[in-house]
């Protein structure tokens, strides 16, 4: 997980779609990050402690990362001058402020890293897996971060307002009396013996074979008629 410093208001313009390309990107060639939370204070505080405004740092997933990430020397800009008052900067809450101190109170930043991740092309979107808030006390400094937001609000489930006509209830209307028909009688039940059938059933297969044989002896003899004429005409 590595770590970039951004303006609340400058990511907040960025359309949902679009990479991010800030001005170091087109200055530099890369995008400056940082790899500890600790670090990142400790930048901030050096180089962006006088600029106003809310700032956000972007949880960046190294290994989503479309374009190429180099583990490099620090390479950072020449640190903005302090004013002698930052009026504009937006102050902790008593809260925050008894619970971290005001920046008067904070330790001084520890050493900075030797080694910084650069990006070197635009940031996909799809590789910031967690956005936090970074705190500021009342003269500027960055103290501290605060709880997760996400990447991009949830959707809203509209509730529907159309609500299902109601079916009036109707009372059952008596229905007319039917007529029923008696069942017919079960046909009754054949008193022969299955030997009994077979013999009237090869009975009546022979009377059919008869009546076929007939039929096709009729039809030879009158064939056979008709080979005689014609030969007697020779």
């Not at 001005?23 to 670090?39: N, P, Y």
């Not at 006509?165 to 009688?185: I, K």
């Not at 030997?195 to 009546?204: F, G, N, P, R, Y």
């Not at 008869?210 to 080979?227: C, I």
Request: aromatic letters at 6%; proline letters at 12%; one cysteine or more.
């Amino acid at each position: 997980m590595i770590l970039h410093l951004v303006l609340k208001s400058d990511w907040e313009k960025l359309p949902p779609t679009q990479h991010y390309v800030p001005e170091s990107l087109a200055k530099e060639g890369f995008i400056h990050c940082t790899a500890t939370q600790s670090g990142l204070l400790s930048v901030a505080n050096t180089f962006y402690k006088a600029i106003a405004g809310e700032f956000w740092v972007l949880e960046i997933d190294e290994n989503k990362v479309n374009a190429l990430v180099k583990w490099e020397a620090p390479a950072h800009p020449t640190p903005v001058p302090q004013p002698a008052g930052n009026e504009n900067t937006k102050a902790l809450s008593a809260s925050v402020v008894n619970e971290l101190g005001d920046s008067r109170r904070v330790p001084p930043p520890a050493e900075l890293p030797t080694q910084f991740p650069h990006i070197y092309g635009p940031l996909n979107r799809s590789a910031v897996t967690g956005i936090r808030p970074v705190l500021r006390a009342a003269d500027g400094a960055f103290v501290g971060y605060g709880d997760l937001l996400t990447n991009a609000p949830p959707p809203v489930q509209a509730q529907s307002t159309n609500t299902a006509p109601q079916t009036p209830h109707v009372s059952p209307q008596p229905s007319a009396p039917t007529q029923t028909t008696p069942p017919r009688p079960a046909p009754a039940a054949d008193p022969r013996t299955p030997i009994m059938k077979a013999a009237d059933e090869l009975v009546d297969a022979t009377d059919e074979f008869s009546e076929e044989l007939k039929r096709l002896r009729g039809r030879v003899e009158a064939k056979m008629s008709q080979l005689d004429e014609e030969i007697a005409k020779l």
